[in-house]
């Protein structure tokens, strides 16, 4: 059974946003609404990275679980999805998605009056008819049911940003990191187990400013 | 949650189940069978199957609105395989258009190049196919507005102003500025356009991007392209980037160097800033803008020192290395320490990194290109490579990430203003030449120019185009001063000295700006005149086809995806009806074949021009990439290996990806292409070579011809050699191995001139020999202003201690027509760091590219950078009293003024600021929407910084200084 | 008269609780009351077929590794 993911190798993250404009292209997504973000960490620093986020379709999904209307609901896949007619706008899955995955077409806005939730929806449309014109305007395109992934991850410049079932990307992620060589190149790794080439780089250019 | 709908939604041509072999991941079969199956349907011609097609696509696929109202999975979807318009990587691009309408656009992961990556850029590319922020029709200004006129008026209007100033005036009077996203074949038509018109005055991007390297790398060992490729740089063990943002200029060349990386390459990067690039090397190390030379002569300070050059590499291929290195050893660490800012064991380091793990290749861009030492700058760089044995090697080599999508091609074959296409030069020998590929007369071409002196002259360049026009006329080196200026897609805010530009666009007679967007010249313009400006819409690269060249020399073919929008028009088309205005259209297109399009129009056949191309750029090997054999290669992409680029069986067995130039002989020799130049561990059928033998035959009593054993494989003559003309063959007894139209052909000629290839077949196929010779490479190139490269302190230096003691060279009279101030400029300014102390420094982003306007105009990327702003350091803010995110002023030397928000931030270090050049739409902190045509400004506006960038030229090829110039901030 | 007093005391604190509720709030989970969404397999395309689908995907899956083209 796949159980569809998101995986973005931070090694790899450029911060070309590639993956937000392949993400507005396919969707049509209006200007202020960004179902994918680049955050980047330590910017203009050494030990600068970054990372690319949208929806995670959690397992247990925070949104679905306080929306008042029950608009979410879970695909077989694992996809969080929401059905745009039920939703009132209140923000409430805003509140609770850890990720800021929700985005509101009316931006800020008094409740109800931002209009309906949007979010990344891994390229899998809504309760729609697959394919149809009233599922696209809705949700975007439905590249899951025509056998394709997601665009972002399709179209990303150094394919750092991951898309497909957990157990193919986890292969191909550890490809990677058995080329690297180091072990478990998760972020955070070297944080917690030593000091980070990166972290020293930044001390020597401290010290170079110091010496200035 | 979920509930089975009652009936699944079946249509009739559902019954086709694709086969798909989940176990076909090996090499070529990354895809499922339905892409395969998709290309295959498309390639065959079987388009009108809707039903075979449909099962390929979604049904009911409707995209934007304005998609016509087509009944659901039915005819009229095509797949069109392009690439896209930015940047040289040349990331291909497959466009779903439904009834002429693009609506969806999808990843190519079958190309070697880029395999289905995109940046920010490439991903958003569908939008040109409904920019609603085009140039939709031609205008005129009129008191001040932009009024909408015809096609005919406005080709009469400004051809018949065209002509009455060039009969007062002459030709010269008129500058054309042409473009590198212009295709191979509407560059190449540009040249001769412009020739017929009958002056030099053209240009295009080339010159403010790479025309440093381009010189200083030709003059070294042959040709001034990107040695190796982009997929070459994954045998690299390691990889010095200076100078060179590749994370936001040329995003999808990552994808192969993190896999480098991944796999053992060492990654180092010096930049004035701490990059995005940066980021992800191993060693980073920050340096003064400017003093790149100092940089590299302090590594192989050490190179030499440690005896890590490559004695034997140097023996055989290399020439005048002793008086470099006699420079070099001068340069001791204290010495660069004090003048770059780098101290020793940095420098030892990042030397030590290439030495040892080789082969090392480096990287350079703007960052060593853009600068008055330009072209010492990369010539030092040549000279790294060549003593650590690098050069010809797969993983080494220079490679030169070039800038837009064609702006090699462009430089190959395009609107030089001091060479023909393929780099000819402008002598009477090459005119000749280029008049018989042409079916003109030589004598009446001549007569279009002023005189013979003016049509060997080499034209005024883009980035001086305002001294033209402004400087007195006595002292330029034409008739008249330039009166008219056609902008051709080329954008004006990416040159130097802003202000004194739009004095030049008030004085000039005319102005046309021939673009997809109106461009900052259309704002520029009405802001400093009322009329005498012309907007002619041009189409962009997607709504025409044509063949365009990547950075690795690659030429890829690519499809039209729609009819052009709006009432805009190729620029072959609309260069024919000008020419057809001009009185010679016959000439232009003497052997090319026209075709109507669809408004009625002539259009010369893109493909015919190409293969006018191949029939006369022999000196580059543009002659063998014939229209087919590119459509092949973009139709069997999967073939290639993406490491070497050879393809792997299939119909293109044994080519390289586009067939990277040189490709020499024509198409029917099947010469396969170069991935890496001047490679001696291959046969020269297989993509080999050495170094080029252009400088004659010996200097000072040395010789010049590569030492004896050093030659490519399995070449006849196993030493150096010159270059082969129709003398030296019969020397050497292999005139008969050519057949008797051969003979006719090449008697009296050499293999550049030599119209049937049978000198270079002879040569290459029968013999393995190279045509252009077997030659050393020269470290020491004698008819530059500095045979040896040299520092010299940047016309506006932070250092006056430096400027006294590495000067710039005297000021010329008459340099690409111009007069240019170097040494008398410098010393004026010598002191002024006193009231500018910061050094302002200016870059790329990876939302935009060049000028701007167009990128600027698609909201998907107009979101990610919604304001101009200046990156300055925590210490310098907090010295000016601004913030983060307030809004500041940056001052410069040329009294500009830019209002720009403050990004206060480490990654530039104290006494340094950085603000990015894709920027225009503002004046002096104002924004210039009014001045635009309605509905065709860009989303995005801000300041230009190149209002702020000052005077400072490189000494061989005016490439203007922006990389380093001096400025002070206010809070606002 | 004891006895009713009582009876009426008892039944009063008896009755007391009856007008408090629970301060803690309890969480209920709640289903999904919208519109039903067809399955990416089901459709003109797949036709039903979930292991084509599977399959179509995994393989296109291998476009993000560069690994499958390169060693």
């Known amino acids: 059974m796949a159980r569809m993911k998101f995986l973005c190798d931070t090694e790899r993250c450029i911060e070309c946003n590639g993956c937000v404009t392949a993400c507005k292209n396919e969707n049509e997504v209006p200007w202020g609404v960004n179902r994918r973000r680049v955050v980047t960490i330590n910017d203009g620093v050494p030990g600068e990275r970054s990372v690319s986020v949208a929806c995670m379709h959690c397992s247990d999904a925070p949104c679905m679980a306080v929306c008042p209307t029950d608009c979410f609901y879970k695909t077989e896949e694992g996809l969080v999805l929401h059905n745009k007619d039920a939703c009132i706008g209140c923000g409430y899955c805003f509140f609770a998605c850890p990720f800021g995955a929700p985005q509101f077409p009316n931006g800020p806005a008094a409740f109800g009056m931002r209009g309906k939730m949007d979010k990344c929806t891994f390229c899998a449309g809504g309760p729609e008819e697959n394919g149809s014109k009233a599922e696209f305007e809705k949700y975007g395109r439905n590249r899951l049911a025509e056998g394709k992934l997601p665009l972002c991850a399709e179209m990303c410049s150094t394919k750092a940003l991951l898309a497909g079932d957990a157990a193919v990307i986890s292969d191909i992620f550890r490809e990677r990191v058995m080329h690297r060589g180091k072990a478990g190149e998760a972020w955070g790794w070297t944080t917690a187990y030593g000091k980070p080439e990166q972290a020293r780089e930044r001390a020597r250019e401290q010290n170079r400013e110091g010496q200035k | 949650m979920l509930t089975r709908k009652a009936k699944s939604a079946a249509r009739p041509e559902a019954g086709v189940i694709l086969a798909s072999n989940p176990a076909s991941t090996a090499s070529g079969g990354v895809l499922a069978a339905t892409m395969d199956r998709r290309t295959f349907l498309k390639r065959s011609g079987l388009v009108a199957g809707g039903g075979a097609l449909a099962t390929q696509l979604p049904y009911n696929m409707i995209g934007s609105a304005e998609a016509a109202d087509a009944p659901a999975g039915k005819t009229g979807v095509e797949v069109k395989r392009t690439v896209c318009t930015h940047c040289s990587v040349g990331c291909a691009v497959d466009a779903v258009v439904e009834n002429g309408v693009w609506t969806r656009q999808e990843p190519v992961f079958d190309s070697p190049l880029n395999l289905g990556s995109h940046c920010a850029k490439g991903a958003a590319v569908r939008e040109h196919g409904h920019g609603e922020h085009r140039l939709k029709y031609p205008m005129k200004l009129v008191d001040g507005k932009w009024k909408r006129m015809k096609w005919e008026e406005a080709i009469a209007e400004v051809g018949d102003k065209l002509l009455a100033i060039r009969k007062e005036s002459g030709p010269d009077a008129t500058y054309w500025v042409g473009s590198s996203k212009q295709s191979n074949e509407q560059a190449y038509l540009m040249r001769k356009f412009v020739s017929f018109f009958g002056t030099n005055n053209m240009d295009h991007q080339a010159r403010i991007c790479h025309s440093t390297t381009v010189a200083g790398v030709a003059n070294t060992w042959g040709y001034g392209a990107m040695t190796n490729s982009y997929n070459d740089m994954q045998f690299s063990k390691a990889a010095l980037y200076i100078g060179s943002n590749a994370a936001e200029a040329h995003p999808v060349s990552l994808l192969h160097m993190l896999h480098a990386k991944e796999n053992g390459c060492k990654m180092a990067v010096v930049d004035p800033r701490f990059t995005r690039t940066a980021a992800k090397a191993d060693i980073y190390t920050r340096i003064r803008s400017g003093t790149d030379i100092p940089f590299i002569w302090g590594m192989l300070y050490h190179i030499f020192k440690n005896g890590w050059e490559d004695k034997e590499y140097i023996d055989a291929r290399v020439f005048g290395l002793d008086k470099v290195k006699a420079e070099i050893m001068t340069w001791t660490p204290d010495r660069v320490q004090d003048v770059t800012g780098i101290p020793e064991e940095e420098v030892f380091r990042i030397a030590e990194m290439l030495a040892k793990n080789k082969p090392s290749t480096v990287v350079w861009c703007m960052g060593q290109t853009q600068h008055t030492v330009g072209n010492a700058n990369v010539r030092a760089m040549c000279i790294l490579q060549l003593v650590l044995g690098n050069v010809g090697v797969s993983g080494g080599g220079t490679n030169i990430f070039r800038g837009h999508d064609n702006v090699q091609g462009a430089t190959d074959v395009g609107p030089n203003p001091d060479s023909l296409p393929g780099y000819y030069g402008l002598a009477a020998g090459s005119w000749k030449h280029w008049c018989k590929v042409w079916g003109v007369d030589y004598e009446w071409v001549k007569s279009q120019f002023a005189s013979q002196a003016m049509m060997e002259k080499s034209g005024i360049t883009v980035s001086r185009w305002i001294d033209g026009v402004l400087e007195k006329n006595e002292n330029i080196d034409q008739d008249s001063n330039i009166r008219a200026v056609t902008y051709w897609g080329h954008a004006p805010n990416s040159q130097t000295r802003g202000l004194e530009m739009v004095e030049a666009m008030k004085k000039l007679d005319l102005l046309v700006v021939i673009d997809p967007y109106p461009s900052a010249t259309a704002a520029m313009a009405a802001m400093m005149r009322k009329d005498g400006v012309y907007l002619l819409p041009a189409c962009t690269q997607f709504e025409t086809c044509g063949s365009r060249t990547a950075s690795n020399r690659s030429i890829q073919w690519g499809e039209k995806v729609i009819e052009p929008l709006f009432e805009s028009k190729p620029d072959h088309t609309i260069m024919y009806a000008f020419a057809k205005k001009f009185g010679f259209e016959k000439e232009l297109v003497k052997n090319i074949k026209l075709n109507k399009d669809k408004q009625g129009w002539d259009e010369p056949e893109v493909e015919d021009i190409l293969r006018e191309i191949n029939r006369g750029a022999w000196t580059i090997g543009y002659t063998g990439q014939s229209p087919e054999r590119l459509k092949l290669h973009m139709k069997n992409m999967h073939t290639f290996d993406v490491k070497t680029l050879k393809a792997k069986g299939g119909p293109c067995d044994g080519d390289y990806f586009g067939l990277p130039w040189p490709c020499y002989g024509t198409p029917e020799l099947k010469h396969p292409g170069t991935p890496n130049l001047y490679d001696t561990s291959k046969h020269v059928m297989d993509g080999g070579g050495n170094f080029r033998a252009n400088f004659g035959v010996e200097r000072d009593g040395i010789s010049l011809l590569a030492a004896d054993g050093s030659a490519s494989k399995g070449a006849a003559l196993q030493m150096g050699y010159p270059e082969f003309d129709h003398v030296l063959l019969k020397k050497l007894g292999w005139w008969d191995d050519l057949t008797e139209d051969e003979k006719k052909a090449a008697e009296g000629k050499n293999w550049k001139t030599d119209l049937s290839g049978g000198i270079q077949r002879v040569v290459m196929q029968v013999h393995g020999c190279h045509p252009f010779g077997n030659a050393r490479a020269r470290a020491l190139v004698w008819n530059f202003p500095d045979p040896v490269p040299l520092h010299r302190e940047p016309m506006y230096s932070p250092r006056p201690d430096l400027v006294d003691k590495y000067p710039q060279p005297d000021d010329k009279k008459a340099f690409w027509r111009l007069p240019t101030l170097y040494k008398s400029l410098q010393t004026k300014v010598r002191d002024i760091s006193k009231e500018y102390p910061l050094i302002m420094t200016s870059g790329r982003l990876v939302e935009y590219e060049g000028g701007g306007d167009e990128t600027r105009s698609n909201p998907w990327l107009a979101e990610l950078q919604q304001e101009m702003f200046c990156e300055v350091n925590p210490r310098d803010a907090n010295n000016a009293g601004f913030r983060n995110n307030e809004f500041m002023w940056v001052e410069t030397p040329t009294k500009g003024r830019m209002k720009v928000r403050a990004q206060v931030t480490e990654r530039v270090a104290p006494g340094t600021v950085f603000l990015p050049f894709h920027f225009a739409g503002w004046w002096q902190g104002k924004d210039m929407l009014e001045y635009y045509p309605e509905g065709a400004a860009p989303v995005v506006r801000g300041e230009s910084v190149n209002q702020g960038t000052t005077y400072g030229y490189d000494s061989v090829t005016m490439m203007q200084e922006t990389k380093t110039t001096l400025c002070r901030v206010t809070k606002a | ?71």
């Open chain 3, 1 to 71: 008269m004891k006895k009713a007093l009582f009876l009426a005391l008892t039944a009063t604190i008896g009755l007391a609780a009856c007008g408090e509720h629970s301060q803690v709030p309890s969480y209920k989970q709640g289903n999904y009351q919208g519109k039903s969404d067809t399955r990416p397999w089901e459709g003109a395309k797949f036709a039903g077929d979930k292991q084509a689908w599977d399959n179509a995907l995994r393989a296109r899956n291998q476009g993000q590794s560069e690994y499958n083209r390169v060693k």
